[in-house]
C-alpha cells in the first residue's frame, strides 16, 4: 500500500487522516489480517501526530489558538491540560465494531497494570513524557475459556524507559509485546488504535509476573484481580472534528474531572 497521499487528503487533519486510513485497512475483516506494508503505512501516519492534533496541551509549547473558519483547528480554544490528569484518564477518539482510537493521559507515577489485547493488533504513539514499559510474549497461549489463565512468557521489555518523541510502535496477537504494563516516569500520554477494540466477548486480562531465576528472559504470568483501587477516569476529546459513520460512533467517555 502506498504511504504518501494525494493533495486532497493532505488537507484534512491528522486525526481524519489517521481515522480514514483505519477505516480503509481493519473495516474488512473478511479480508484478512493487516499486511505488514499496511502496518507501516499506519505507523507513518501515527508518527506525524502531535499532542496539539488530539486537543491536549502538554505544556512545552503554546497550544494553537482556533478560528472558525478553520476546520482542521481543535473544537475550540480550550485544550485538555496535561497538569489537570491527577489520576489515568482516557481521551475517547473513536469505537466501531473494527477498531478503536484514544488516548491514555498519565500522571507521573501511575501505573497501568500488565494486561492482554486477545486476538489484536496495537499500534501505539507516545505524544509526550517518558514511560516505563514491562512486556511479554506467551509462550504457548493458555485456553481462552476455563480456569483463570496463566503461563510461561518471554520477556520482551525489562523496564524499558521511553522517551518522546519515538517512532510508533506495533504489538500483535503472539508478537511484539501483547501483554504490557505502563509506568509513567513523568506526566506522558500514549495514542492507542487498536484492532480489534476491547468487547465484551474480548475482554481485557490482568496478570501478576513472577521472573524464573533459573529461566533469564522468562516469566511465570497469573492471571489476577485488578486492584480495587485502580480505575481510568473518562475525558471528552477536544481535537478535530472526525467524519465518520455515525451509526458506528460511540461517546460514552465524557466523565473529566477538571
Same mark, same amino acid.
Given at each position: 500500500?502506498?504511504?504518501?497521499?494525494?493533495?486532497?487528503?493532505?488537507?484534512?487533519?491528522?486525526?481524519?487522516?489517521?481515522?480514514?486510513?483505519?477505516?480503509?485497512?481493519?473495516? #474488512?475483516?473478511?479480508?484478512?489480517?493487516?499486511?505488514?506494508?499496511?502496518?507501516?503505512?499506519?505507523?507513518?501516519?501515527?508518527?506525524?501526530?502531535?499532542?496539539?492534533?488530539?486537543?491536549?496541551?502538554?505544556?512545552?509549547?503554546?497550544?494553537?489558538?482556533?478560528?472558525? &473558519?478553520?476546520?482542521?483547528?481543535?473544537?475550540?480554544?480550550?485544550?485538555? #491540560?496535561?497538569?489537570?490528569?491527577?489520576?489515568?484518564?482516557?481521551?475517547?477518539?473513536?469505537?466501531?465494531?473494527?477498531?478503536?482510537?484514544?488516548?491514555?493521559?498519565?500522571?507521573?507515577?501511575?501505573?497501568?497494570?500488565?494486561?492482554?489485547?486477545?486476538?489484536?493488533?496495537?499500534?501505539?504513539?507516545?505524544?509526550?513524557?517518558?514511560?516505563?514499559?514491562?512486556?511479554?510474549?506467551?509462550?504457548?497461549?493458555?485456553?481462552?475459556?476455563?480456569?483463570?489463565?496463566?503461563?510461561?512468557?518471554?520477556?520482551?521489555?525489562? &523496564?524499558?524507559?521511553?522517551?518522546?518523541?519515538?517512532?510508533? #510502535?506495533?504489538?500483535?496477537?503472539?508478537?511484539?509485546?501483547?501483554?504490557?504494563?505502563?509506568?509513567?516516569?513523568?506526566?506522558?500520554?500514549?495514542?492507542?488504535?487498536?484492532?480489534?477494540?476491547?468487547?465484551?466477548?474480548?475482554?481485557?486480562?490482568?496478570?501478576?509476573?513472577?521472573?524464573?531465576?533459573? *529461566?533469564?528472559?522468562?516469566?511465570? *504470568?497469573?492471571?489476577? %484481580?485488578?486492584?480495587?483501587?485502580?480505575?481510568?477516569?473518562?475525558?471528552?476529546?477536544?481535537?478535530?472534528?472526525?467524519?465518520?459513520?455515525? &451509526?458506528?460512533? %460511540?461517546?460514552?467517555?465524557? %466523565?473529566?474531572?477538571?
Amino acid at each position: 500500500m502506498a504511504v504518501a497521499f494525494p493533495p486532497h487528503i493532505m488537507a484534512l487533519s491528522k486525526v481524519q487522516r489517521l481515522y480514514d486510513a483505519c477505516d480503509v485497512v481493519f473495516a #474488512s475483516p473478511a479480508a484478512g489480517p493487516p499486511t505488514l506494508g499496511e502496518i507501516r503505512w499506519l505507523q507513518k501516519i501515527l508518527d506525524g501526530v502531535e499532542t496539539a492534533d488530539v486537543g491536549i496541551d502538554d505544556g512545552e509549547k503554546p497550544a494553537p489558538s482556533s478560528s472558525s &473558519d478553520d476546520e482542521l483547528s481543535p473544537k475550540s480554544d480550550r485544550f485538555l #491540560s496535561a497538569r489537570a490528569f491527577t489520576r489515568i484518564t482516557y481521551v475517547h477518539i473513536h469505537q466501531c465494531d473494527d477498531f478503536s482510537m484514544g488516548v491514555f493521559c498519565f500522571p507521573a507515577g501511575a501505573t497501568l497494570p500488565l494486561h492482554d489485547h486477545p486476538e489484536m493488533v496495537v499500534l501505539s504513539k507516545l505524544l509526550y513524557g517518558s514511560v516505563r514499559v514491562r512486556s511479554y510474549d506467551w509462550v504457548a497461549a493458555p485456553p481462552r475459556s476455563g480456569a483463570r489463565k496463566c503461563g510461561l512468557a518471554r520477556v520482551v521489555a525489562a &523496564d524499558e524507559v521511553r522517551r518522546a518523541p519515538c517512532e510508533a #510502535s506495533v504489538l500483535f496477537p503472539r508478537s511484539g509485546g501483547n501483554l504490557h504494563a505502563f509506568t509513567a516516569v513523568t506526566p506522558c500520554a500514549i495514542l492507542d488504535v487498536l484492532t480489534p477494540p476491547y468487547s465484551e466477548e474480548r475482554p481485557s486480562t490482568y496478570f501478576s509476573d513472577v521472573p524464573i531465576p533459573s *529461566l533469564p528472559g522468562f516469566a511465570f *504470568l497469573e492471571e489476577t %484481580d485488578l486492584p480495587e483501587d485502580f480505575s481510568v477516569a473518562g475525558a471528552p476529546y477536544l481535537g478535530p472534528e472526525l467524519t465518520v459513520d455515525m &451509526d458506528d460512533y %460511540d461517546d460514552d467517555y465524557d %466523565d473529566y474531572d477538571e
